[in-house]
């Protein structure tokens, strides 16, 4: 199993200090990988990172805003000062809001597409700048089924996530050459914070079970195995491509 095996190399996951962010951190760090966290909330990030710590792994906290280029570049620059090497980046950073497009204001959908997919547009590219250097890397933006289809309510997460499937491929296009593989997952609907509130829903549990074909929802941890194999030398000939980890629904009407 030396094909998954992370031992030696490093991982930033943006968004971590809860739900898929730190689902998808906590596989990769049981398989060997050392972690960078990266939140906003200083106080829940160390948190998270003591809890990680305790399991045994080796882990480091990054607090700063994926919104803000500024601060975004001066955290590789962080990097770079410290010595440390971001061999894995997993971008999964996001927010979610609910609305009908002809109630949204420009400022909503900016900040659904600032947090979703111009960060991972940024914070991509800073870590791909070092990584073409060294000639290798390993790329994964976080999508959703709404990379490929639409609900009501959810605009600017659609197009969002649409536009994470495609910066994917764009990614790719110009980085593997380098050694970098750029991959993307997309979670179907996950029992997490941000889901709450449907969870909690009769009405819309019961769409998702029924539209599900594996009559479920999916846990957090069941993105851990996707996330270990496109970080590891097992997918170093697969780029540009998007995993969907949602029970069978995007495949059936």
């Not at 061999?87 to 979610?96: C, K, P, R």
């Not at 204001?105 to 547009?121: G, I, P």
């Amino acid at each position: 199993m030396t094909l998954f095996d992370l031992t030696g190399r490093t991982a930033l996951v943006t968004g971590s200090s809860r739900g898929l962010g730190l689902a998808i951190a906590t596989g990769l760090a049981q398989a060997g990988a050392s972690l960078i966290l990266n939140g906003v909330d200083t106080g829940r990030l160390e948190a998270t990172a003591e809890t990680l710590r305790a399991a045994g792994h080796s882990v480091r906290t990054a607090a700063f805003d994926v919104t803000d280029e500024a601060a975004v570049t001066a955290a590789f620059e962080a990097f770079d000062r410290d010595g440390i090497a971001i061999d894995i980046l997993v971008n999964n950073a996001g927010i979610q809001l609910r609305k009908p497009i002809v109630e949204l204001s420009t400022a909503e959908w900016q900040k659904v597409m600032d947090t979703n997919l111009t960060s991972a547009f940024v914070v991509g590219r800073e870590a791909a700048k070092r990584m073409i250097t060294r000639k290798s890397g390993k790329i994964i933006n976080i999508g959703s089924l709404t990379s490929e289809l639409a609900r009501a309510t959810v605009a600017p997460y659609t197009v969002a996530k649409g536009g994470i499937k495609m910066l994917t491929r764009a990614m790719t296009a110009e980085w593997a050459e380098h050694g970098i593989q750029v991959n993307a997952i997309g979670p179907g609907y996950m029992l997490t914070d941000m889901n709450e509130a449907l969870i909690n829903n009769p009405q819309f549990d019961g769409w998702v079970k029924g539209r599900t074909p594996a009559r479920r929802w999916g846990k957090p941890e069941e993105l851990a195995g996707t996330a270990v194999y496109l970080a590891s030398a097992a997918s170093n000939y697969v780029s540009g491509q998007i995993i969907y980890v949602d029970g069978g629904m995007i495949s059936v009407l």
